[in-house]
Every structure is written in C-alpha cells, then in structure tokens.
Nanobody, 122 residues
Framework: VQLQASGGGLVHSGGSLRLSCAVSGSPSTYKALGWFRQVPGKEREGVSA????????DYAHTVLGRFTISLDNDKKTGYLQMNSLKPEDTADYFC????????????????WGKGTLVTVSS
C-alpha cells in the first residue's frame, strides 16, 4: 500500500487547512485510515481515525470540535479538515491505514505515508 499526504502549508492562527491522503496499491482494502502528527523531539500523536466499514470516527481531545476526518472509499482518499488552527497544531502530519483491524488504531496502523508539514503562525 502506498499513501500520499498533501495539503499542508503555512496558515495564520484561526485559519483552516484540508489535508488529503491518497491510498493506492495492494491490498486495496483496509479497515481504518488515521491521521497522526509529530513535532521534532516529541512523540507521535494520534490525531484522528475513521472506519472504512461504518464511518465511525475518533479524535484526540486536543482537536475535538475543530478537526473533521472523512473518507471517500470510491476515490480511496481520506481527508482531514482542520479549522480554528492553533500554533500548537504545528507539526508534520502523516496518514496511515490499518489493514487487519486487530489493534486499536493508535497502535495498529500497518502502512504509513510521508508527512505533510502544517505550520500555524501566531
């Protein structure tokens, strides 16, 4: 599986960005798609995930109410709409997919894409 994240950039505090994650390759199906972020020197944080089967979602408490995850199964693309951005949201954002659905999404991702950098200025 190959994943390509895009949509990062520089935005002022309070602004919005939408990240996209294009999924291709084999296997062609997966149980969940997730977004993670990491700041140099800090642990990677699970931001949000969505089930490809029933559309159920989960969010980190730090982004709840501001970020919205979605998935277009036909286009095999996941999205992360980020509103009311704060300087502390600045990070490298990664998407990943969970193929087997065995472990909780924060620990069970099987394939990862390269990050897209989000910078929020104050």
């Amino acid at each position: 599986v190959q994943l390509q994240a895009s949509g990062g950039g520089l935005v002022h505090s309070g602004g919005s960005l939408r990240l996209s994650c294009a999924v291709s390759g084999s296997p062609s199906t997966y149980k969940a798609l997730g977004w993670f972020r990491q700041v140099p020197g800090k642990e990677r944080e699970g931001v949000s995930a969505i089930s490809s089967q029933d559309g159920s979602t989960d969010y980190a408490h730090t982004v709840l109410g501001r970020f919205t995850i979605s998935l277009d199964n036909d286009k095999k693309t996941g999205y992360l709409q980020m509103n009311s951005l704060k300087p502390e949201d600045t990070a490298d954002y990664f998407c990943a997919v969970d193929v087997d659905g065995i472990n909780p999404w924060r620990y069970g991702m099987d394939y990862w894409g390269k990050g897209t950098l989000v910078t929020v200025s104050s």
